[in-house]
């Protein structure tokens, strides 16, 4: 079976940081996207930032770039989200996806296939 668990999520203080980790089986890891969402209460589902496991492509929501980082261990079969300068704003539960064969990354929702259980991360003032 297919499965993407994430973990890392917790309460950070503003300005804080937090690594999210996407462990990634059932599926070969070559040749993917894998993407972070988040869906804060009451807020529609948002693309944070996704990577191909090929190349190493990146894309990022303008709210957060040049704060979070997104990589892949392609050995591990797992995606980090390296998440700096947290804002409260930025609290929400955290979600990985995937789909095989991109063109390129992307936030678009609709084009995965796969997708975890969440993780919470919360950001006090």
């Known amino acids: 079976d297919v499965q993407l668990v994430e973990s890392g999520g917790g309460l950070v203080q503003a300005g804080g940081s937090l690594r999210l980790s996407c462990a990634a089986s059932g599926f070969t890891f070559d040749d993917h996207a894998v993407g972070w969402f988040r869906q804060a209460p009451g807020r529609e589902r948002e693309g944070v930032s996704c990577?191909?496991?090929?190349?190493?492509?990146?894309v990022y929501a303008d709210s957060v770039k040049g704060r979070f980082t997104i990589s892949t261990d392609n050995a591990k079969n797992t995606v980090y989200l390296q998440m700096n300068s947290l804002k409260p704003e930025d609290t929400a539960v955290y979600y990985c996806a995937a789909f095989s064969e991109p063109r390129f990354p992307t936030l678009d929702a609709y084009e995965y296939d796969y997708w975890g259980q969440g993780t919470l991360v919360t950001v006090s003032s």
């Open positions: 990577i191909t496991t090929d190349d190493g492509s990146t």
